[in-house]
Every structure is written in C-alpha cells, then in structure tokens.
C-alpha cells in the first residue's frame, strides 16, 4: 500500500509495502536536501553502589519532561546520540541491515551500560524528524531501530508517524520504564532491575532480551517472561565485561529451550 509523505508537495512516498525491502523509495525523499543523511558476583558491592549513584547522579541530568508533539512530524525534532546504517547486532534479528537512531537521555543508570555517553540528552543536538526519516529511508535497510539511552523518555509519536510514512519498518529497544509512545512494529523489551518496566509495556512485546550477569538474572528473566505473550521470543544475552555468564547461559538454555540466546554480533563484526 503506498502512503503519502506529504500532502504539500504532492509527492507520493513510502512506496516499500511493510516488509518488503529494496523497493524504490520516494521521488520525495530522493529530491529533498540530502542531508544526513555478573553483576559478576565478585564485583565488589561498592563498585555498585558507585555506579548506581553515578546513574542517579545522571538521572538528574537527563531527559525534560516530555513534551506535548504537535499535530505535524515534521515541526518536531529529537536529541540524538548518533544514527547509522548498520547491521543489527543482537536479538531475533541479528545478522540484518537496520537504520539505527540512538535517542539521548536515560534515567535507567545500569552500571555496566556501554553507552554511558547517551545519557545526558542536554549534550547531544536536536535533530529534525525530517531529516531522520530521510535518513531511514534512503539508506535502504531493511528496519530503523529506535533505541537509546531509554528511547520511550520522549513521545515517539512523531518519528513513527514519519518512519512509517516512508514505508521504514519500526523496531524499539527499551528497557520500558517510561511510557510506551508511537506506532511500533517490533517491540524488544530488555528490562532492567535499576528501573522496572512499567505495566503497560508487558503486552506489547515481541522480544525480551536479558542482559545476564550472574544466576540471578536467569531468574529475573523468567520473572519477566511470565508477563510476556506466549508468541514472545525469550533471548538471554551475556554481558560483554562479563565471560563468566556465557557458561551459565549455555546450560541455561540447554535445560530450557524456549529460550535463546543473543550475542552482541556487532563487536565481532566490528561494526557500530
Ligand atoms: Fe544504558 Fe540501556 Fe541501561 Fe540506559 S537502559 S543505562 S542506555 S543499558
């Protein structure tokens, strides 16, 4: 089904029909300005404790409280980390090209996050949604991953209305502790202790991925597994810092075979 990107201009855009990926993009988007285009149980407890009040310090820091978006996508703009093309890492969809857009701000402070520099949103610059879409949509992937920082501290609304008009297939990673926002396709639930997902989240979700770091993982993730729909792919991933959860995941998985296992594909890749 072809939808409109813009009733001004006249053009016709977002010519891809969901899940379909190659096909010609817009007349639009190619005329317009091109621009942009364990708990590793020996870890000490102060090493803890340091980290989480390093992640509250932060959390002061971070996201404004959201604002109302008006009617049209295209006047509103996010702060943003970085976007890329490149090949989605980790989870059911590891291994395919995915447009990333890395929104700033998160008021979640995992200690062991390795993206601390998304953060604080107040030293990334806003992006028009415009040229993010544009973005998207001509670099061909196959899906845009919106992910973060913690993505749902802004109202997404806007960006899926234009991501979707442009025919780009949404995926979300969040860890859902703020308000879900905006029309998603895939949602990828990657819940964390620091900050619990709120409720709303639960029904919603078509992959929960869990970071592991010790056994106590393995039994958060159940926990949260239990709130998911049945369709739900369970994924366990090892923290990168922390070897010593692959063996526990390996048996893990073996003993429970509904559940995956989701490696961070993109460090062997060496890609971002
Ligand atoms: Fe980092 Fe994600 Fe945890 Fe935020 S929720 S601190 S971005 S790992």
């Known amino acids: 089904m072809k939808k409109t990107l813009s009733k001004s201009t006249g053009r016709k855009t977002g010519y891809r029909s969901e899940g379909l990926r190659g096909e010609s993009r817009t007349e639009g988007l190619r005329e317009e300005s091109r621009s942009e285009g364990l708990h590793e149980e020996s870890r000490k407890k102060g090493l803890c404790e340091e980290s989480r009040s390093e992640g509250l310090r932060e959390q002061s820091r971070a996201a404004e409280p959201r604002q109302k978006s008006p009617g049209n996508w295209r006047e509103t703009s996010y702060p943003v980390m970085e976007h ?19 929104l700033a701000g998160c008021d979640v402070g995992c200690w062991w996050c390795d993206v601390k520099e998304s953060w604080d ?3 990334h610059p806003r992006i028009d949604t415009l040229d993010l879409v544009r973005a998207a949509a001509e670099s ?25 008009e442009a025919g780009v297939r949404i995926h979300l990673e969040t860890s859902g502790s703020s308000p879900m926002s905006g029309e ?17 989240i639960f029904p919603l979700v078509d992959e929960l991925k869990v970071v592991v770091l010790t056994r106590k993982d393995l039994q958060y993730a159940e926990k949260n597994a239990a709130r998911c729909p049945q369709k739900t792919r369970k994924m366990l991933q090892p923290e990168w810092d922390t070897p010593d959860s692959i063996p526990l995941i390996v ?8 559940w995956s296992i989701s490696l961070q594909t993109h460090k062997y890749l060496n890609v971002p």
């Open 184 to 200: 998603i396709d895939w949602v990828t639930l990657s819940p964390k202790r620091f900050k619990e997902p709120l409720d709303e």
């Open 251 to 258: 048996d893990y998985v073996k003993a429970h075979p509904e």
């Open 121 to 123: 949103e107040s030293i």
């Open 84 to 102: 890329f093309y490149t090949i989605q890492g980790e989870g059911a969809h590891a291994g395919q090209a995915a447009y990333f857009i890395r």
């Open 140 to 164: 061909g992937a196959g899906f845009a991953v919106i992910t973060g920082g913690e993505p749902l501290l802004h109202d997404l609304t806007p960006l899926c209305q234009g991501l979707h």
